[in-house]
């Protein structure tokens, strides 16, 4: 892809196909640059966005389902392009429109290196989700000890429920994640074990 932003762009933080006003058709030309700056994101190639930020590219361009580049970036395993993004003004937080955050598809897909970015960059590490799951009880269903490890060392509360009743251990429990449900209740002196 080129690093070159259409004249034509907008400054707008999120984009869509069309305005659903019936008449207010977007070019498609800026539709397929949209696409192409997605997919860029997908691929990780933090060059290539951070020249097209620092080329006026909004930081928190959405794509239709909400999704930012940041996360793009992380759900597909891209801390270099993370970092290029937040520290280009991109939002660690900005929640898609179900309501999930770049840390939580990190932890989900299991990326260490980018859910350390995403911290070390002001994610927020109680960031839950509508449904009132956070990172790190992702990460304690899907047994990822290293991410539970490093949410613990960032302050994640491992006694913080969901709209369930559900801790983080409970999750664990109930997934089968033996080695992050054992972790947990050594926290929990012990006790749910």
């Known amino acids: 892809m080129t690093a070159s932003a259409p004249p034509s762009s907008s400054s707008s933080s999120s984009f869509s196909a069309s305005s659903g006003s019936g008449g207010d058709d977007v070019d498609p030309r800026l539709v397929e640059f949209a696409r192409q700056v997605f997919?860029?994101?997908?691929?990780?190639?933090?060059?290539?966005?951070?020249?097209?930020?620092?080329?006026?590219?909004?930081?928190?361009?959405?794509n239709e389902k909400g999704d930012s580049l940041v996360m793009l970036a992380s759900y597909h395993g891209h801390a270099a392009a993370v970092r290029a993004l937040v520290q280009r003004g991109a939002d660690p937080n900005l929640r898609n429109?179900?309501?999930?955050?770049?840390?939580a598809g990190a932890a989900f897909k299991g990326y260490a290196e980018v859910v350390a970015a995403l911290l070390e960059n002001g994610a927020d590490v109680e960031g839950a989700s509508p449904d009132g799951r956070t990172a790190l009880m992702v990460a304690a269903m899907f047994n990822r000890g290293d991410i539970v490890e490093l949410l613990l060392a960032r302050g994640a509360n491992a006694a913080a429920r969901d709209a369930s009743g559900n801790s983080a251990l409970d999750v664990a429990h109930a997934m089968g994640a033996a080695d992050t449900a054992d972790r947990l209740a050594q926290l929990a002196g012990g006790k749910g074990a």
């Open 39 to 62: 997919d860029t994101a997908r691929r990780g190639e933090a060059a290539t966005l951070a020249t097209l930020i620092d080329q006026g590219l909004p930081p928190n361009l959405r």
């Open 97 to 103: 429109d179900n309501g999930q955050t770049p840390l």
